[in-house]
C-alpha cells in the first residue's frame, strides 16, 4: 500500500541521511551542468494550428522577407526641445550615426534608415513612418532573425549601444521591441527572494527554531534548482515558453514549502511522543506524505490538463511546471525525511521565540504549529460556526459570489509596453512612438497575401485596408517574386492592448480582405503579435468551458475514491469554483478598473492575458485539493471514531486550522512577492495565486466548510450502496484506521 511504501522510504532516507543527501547533491549538479552544456533558450511563438495569425506567419516565413524574425526599435528625439530633425543638421547627423552602429551589431539584419528618408525631404520621411508629422522623432526598427538563433547577449549588445550614444549625441534614445520581451529581466529572481525570505520568518515564527524553519527552505531550493535546470535541458528539445520559468519557480517554491510544512509538523508530533527520529520522520511521510503525493499528482494532471487547449505554447508551458511540481514531491519524500534524519532530536525542542508565543509551556511537551490536539481557539472558532451554520454560509457564500461579479466584464489580451513602469526604457520608448505617430504604431499587423496567380490582388488589398476605419497608415508592399508573397505592414488607429485593435482584426478578416482578394485563387491573412495574441485569447476562451469541466469532473471522482462520500466531493467542488472566481473577480478589479494597482505597481489598466485563467485555474484547484484532503482526512478519521458528525466538523477542521493557515501565509507570501515584478503578466500570476489561497483557507476552509458539513450533517458521507460496491479502493477512514495514514500520532506510535 502507498503509506507503507511511503513509510519504508522516508524511513530509510532518514536512517541514512547524508547518502540521501549526497545523492541529491550529485543530481543537482548534474542538472546545472546539462543545463550549461546543453541546456536550450525558452522561446515565445504565441500561436497555434488553425489558427489565421498561424497561416500568416507560414506565409511570411516562406517569402523570408525578415519580418518573421525578432525586432527591436530605438526612438530618438532630440534633447533640445526647440529643434526637430528636419531642420537640425547635429541631430540629422547624430541620427545617420546612430543607424549605422545598430546595423553593425551582432546578429542584425538590417535597419530602417530615417536619416536617408529625410534626405529625400519632411514629406518623404514622414510618408515613410519613420519620422513623426513635427520632426521631432525617429525611429530605426532594428530586424533580427528569430528567436531561436538569439539570446540575452543580443539585447545587453543594444543596450549597451544605446547606454554608450547617449553620452556622446544631443539625442534621448529609448528602445523597446520584441527583442525587450523575450530576453528583458521580469523581475522573478528578486521575486523568489523576497519569497524565500518571507517564508523563512513565518517558519520561524511558527517553529521558534532556526532548524525547523531551515529545512523546508533547503529542501525547496534543492528541488527548484532540479526543476528549473531540467527546464532548461528540455528547452533544447522543444519550445519552453518565457514565462515558464517564472511560473515554474512561483509554484515550485509555493508547494515545495508547503508540502514540506505538513511532513516537518507531523514529525515533530512524533518526536514529542517519544520516538526515535528516524522512525517519526518514516511515520511522518507516510502519514503527510500521503496527502502530498496526492495532491501534488492532482496539481500535475491538472496543468497537464491544459493540452485541451491545442495552444502549443501553453502545453509546453504546463508541462514545465508540472515538472517542477513533480520534483517537488519526490524531494518532499526522499531529501526532506533525510534532512530530518539528519537533525536528529533538535527537532522537537521549541526555542526562546517558540515559548514566547505560546507554542510550549514550562513542563509540558507540546509541538509548534499543529499538534494532535486541536488549538483552543480554533476549536472555539469553529465550534461557534458550527451552531450558526445558516449566517455563516450564506454570508460567505454571499461574499465570494460578489467578489466574482467582476468576472463579467473580463477582458482578455496582452498587455503591451504601455503597462510597464515609467522607469523602463521599454515604457519611454512606447510613449514617444505613440505621441508622434499614434497608439496604433506600437502593434502593427502584417496581412500576408499569397498572390497565387494573381499579382494584381497586392494592391487591392492595401488600398482595401486602407480605406478601413480602424487603419491609420499602411506601408508599400514587399513582393517575394520567388514565392509570390506579399506583405504588408498595417498600422491600426488604437493601441494593441483595445479591445477596438481585436474588432478591427475581425473585420479585417471577416469583411475587408475576402472583398478585395475576391473569388481568385489569391487568399490574405492577418498575422502579427496583436493579431496572434487575439486569436490564442479566442481560443483559450473557448477552450476553457471544456477544460473546467474536465478538472471538475476528474477531481469529483478522485474525492469521491478517497473519502467514499458523494456529497463531500461536490461539495468541495463548488466551494473551490468559488475561491477562484472571486480571485478572478479580484484581478479584473485591480488590473482592468485599476483599483488597488497602484500598492503593486501597476501604473496603467491592462487586460487580462489571454492564457493566464486556465493556467490559474489548473493551478489553484489543483492547489486547493491540498487543503481539502489535509483536511478532510481528519475530519472524516474522526466521524468514524465518534459517529458524531458536529464533533468531527470541530475536532478535525480546528485540528489542521493552525496547519492550513500557515502553509497558506507561506504560499500568499511567496506569490505576493512575485506581484510586485515589472512585468504585468508576473503580476497577475503572483496575485491571482495570493488571492486564491487566501480565500480558499480563511472563508472557505475556515468558514464555509465547517458551515455546509453541519448544515449537511451524516448526509455528508452518503453513498449509495451500488456506488459502493462499483468503486474500487476501500474508505479513507478504513485505510488509515488500519494502516495508519490519518491516524492519530499515539495510536500510530504503537503501530509496529
Not at 51 to 56: F, G, N, P, Y
Not at 368 to 378: D, L
Not at 578 to 592: D, E, K, N, W
Not at 732 to 737: E, M, R
Request: charged share 15%; net charge neutral.
Amino acid at each position: 500500500m502507498l503509506s507503507k511504501a511511503l513509510f519504508r522510504l522516508g524511513g530509510s532516507a532518514a536512517r541514512h541521511p547524508w547518502q540521501v543527501i549526497a545523492a541529491w547533491l550529485l543530481a543537482a549538479a548534474l542538472a546545472v551542468l546539462a543545463a550549461t552544456a546543453f541546456g536550450g533558450r525558452t522561446a515565445d511563438t504565441m500561436t497555434a494550428p488553425g489558427l489565421d495569425s498561424q497561416r500568416a506567419a507560414e506565409l511570411i516565413e516562406r517569402a523570408g522577407t525578415g519580418q518573421e524574425g525578432m525586432t527591436a526599435q530605438v526612438v530618438v528625439t532630440p534633447v533640445d526641445s526647440g529643434a526637430s530633425f528636419f531642420d537640425d543638421g547635429p541631430a540629422r547627423a547624430a541620427l545617420t550615426r546612430l543607424q549605422a552602429e545598430a546595423r553593425r551589431l551582432p546578429h542584425v539584419l538590417g535597419t530602417s534608415d530615417p536619416a536617408e528618408a529625410l534626405g529625400r525631404g519632411a514629406d518623404a520621411a514622414v510618408r515613410s513612418g519613420l519620422v513623426s508629422a513635427d520632426g521631432r522623432i525617429a525611429v530605426v526598427r532594428v530586424q533580427y532573425p528569430d528567436q531561436s538563433r538569439l539570446s540575452a547577449d543580443d539585447l545587453d549588445a543594444l543596450v549597451d549601444l544605446g547606454d554608450r550614444l547617449r553620452d556622446e549625441m544631443p539625442l534621448r534614445i529609448e528602445m523597446g521591441g520584441d527583442l525587450f520581451f523575450a530576453f528583458s529581466d521580469t523581475g522573478g529572481g528578486t521575486g523568489e527572494l523576497i519569497g524565500l525570505l518571507a517564508a523563512a520568518a513565518i517558519l520561524f515564527l511558527a517553529f521558534g527554531s532556526l532548524t525547523a524553519a531551515a529545512l523546508p527552505i533547503g529542501m525547496a531550493v534543492f528541488g527548484l534548482t532540479v526543476g528549473v535546470a531540467t527546464m532548461t535541458v528540455l528547452a533544447r528539445v522543444t519550445e519552453i515558453p518565457t514565462f515558464a520559468p517564472v511560473l515554474g519557480s512561483m509554484v515550485g517554491l509555493g508547494v515545495g514549502i508547503d508540502y514540506a510544512l505538513f511532513v516537518l509538523v507531523r514529525h515533530r508530533e512524533y518526536l514529542a511522543l517519544g520516538l526515535e527520529p528516524h522512525e517519526a520522520a518514516g511515520r511522518a511521510v507516510a502519514t503527510a506524505g500521503r496527502p502530498v503525493v496526492f495532491a501534488g499528482g492532482t496539481v500535475v494532471v491538472s496543468i497537464l490538463g491544459m493540452a485541451v487547449s491545442n495552444v502549443p505554447f501553453m502545453t509546453m508551458g504546463g508541462l514545465a511546471v508540472s515538472i517542477v511540481v513533480l520534483i517537488m514531491v519526490v524531494a518532499s519524500v526522499t531529501l526532506l525525511p533525510a534532512f530530518l534524519g539528519a537533525a536528529g532530536p533538535r527537532l522537537a525542542r521549541v526555542g526562546t521565540l517558540g515559548r514566547l508565543f505560546g507554542r510550549a509551556r514550562p513542563g509540558q511537551r507540546r509541538v509548534a504549529v499543529a499538534g494532535a490536539a486541536p488549538a483552543p481557539g480554533w476549536r472555539r472558532w469553529i465550534g461557534h460556526v458550527n451552531r450558526h451554520p445558516v449566517p455563516y454560509a450564506v454570508g460567505a457564500a454571499g461574499l465570494l459570489l460578489a467578489a466574482t461579479l467582476p468576472v463579467l466584464g473580463l477582458r482578455v489580451g496582452l498587455p503591451d509596453d504601455g503597462s510597464l513602469p515609467e522607469s523602463r526604457t521599454e515604457r519611454r520608448a512606447y510613449d514617444l512612438v505613440a505621441d508622434g505617430f499614434g497608439p496604433g504604431t506600437n502593434g502593427p499587423l502584417i496581412v500576408a497575401v499569397d498572390l497565387a496567380g494573381d499579382p494584381g490582388s497586392a494592391g487591392r488589398v492595401a488600398a482595401a485596408i486602407a480605406a478601413d476605419q480602424g487603419i491609420a497608415s499602411v506601408l508599400p508592399a514587399r513582393v517575394d517574386q520567388a514565392t509570390a508573397i506579399a506583405t504588408l505592414v498595417v498600422f491600426p488607429t488604437t493601441g494593441p492592448q483595445e479591445r477596438a485593435t481585436a474588432d478591427t482584426v475581425a473585420r479585417l478578416r471577416a469583411e475587408v480582405l475576402p472583398a478585395a482578394v475576391g473569388q481568385g485563387p489569391s487568399h490574405a491573412h492577418v498575422g502579427g503579435a496583436a493579431a496572434s495574441l487575439s486569436d490564442v485569447g479566442r481560443r483559450t476562451s473557448q477552450r476553457l468551458p471544456i477544460f473546467i469541466a474536465a478538472v471538475l469532473a476528474l477531481s469529483f471522482v478522485l474525492l469521491m475514491l478517497a473519502f467514499r462520500s458523494v456529497l463531500v466531493p461536490l461539495k468541495a467542488v463548488l466551494l473551490n469554483l468559488l475561491s477562484i472566481g472571486a480571485a478572478y473577480g479580484v484581478m479584473v478589479a485591480v488590473f482592468q478598473w485599476g483599483w488597488g494597482g497602484a500598492l503593486i505597481g501597476l501604473e496603467a489598466t491592462v487586460p487580462i492575458v489571454s492564457f493566464i485563467p486556465m493556467f490559474l485555474f489548473a493551478i489553484l484547484f489543483g492547489l486547493s485539493m491540498d487543503y481539502e484532503v489535509f483536511l478532510l482526512s481528519r475530519v472524516r478519521e474522526e466521524y468514524l471514531r465518534t459517529g458524531d458528525n458536529n464533533e468531527a466538523i470541530v475536532q478535525g477542521i480546528s485540528g489542521t486550522a493552525r496547519t492550513i493557515t500557515s502553509a497558506a501565509l507561506i504560499m500568499v507570501a511567496v506569490f505576493l512577492s512575485f506581484a510586485i515584478a515589472d512585468d504585468p503578466s508576473t503580476k497577475m500570476f503572483g496575485l491571482g495565486l495570493a488571492t486564491a489561497i487566501f480565500i480558499d483557507a480563511t472563508v472557505v476552509r475556515m468558514v464555509l466548510v465547517p458551515a455546509t458539513m453541519t448544515l449537511l450533517g451524516r448526509a455528508n458521507w452518503w453513498l449509495p450502496r451500488w456506488l459502493d460496491l462499483v468503486l474500487p479502493g476501500r474508505p479513507a477512514g478504513t485505510d488509515a484506521a488500519r494502516d495508519g495514514t490519518h491516524a492519530d500520532p499515539q495510536v500510530l506510535a504503537r503501530i509496529p
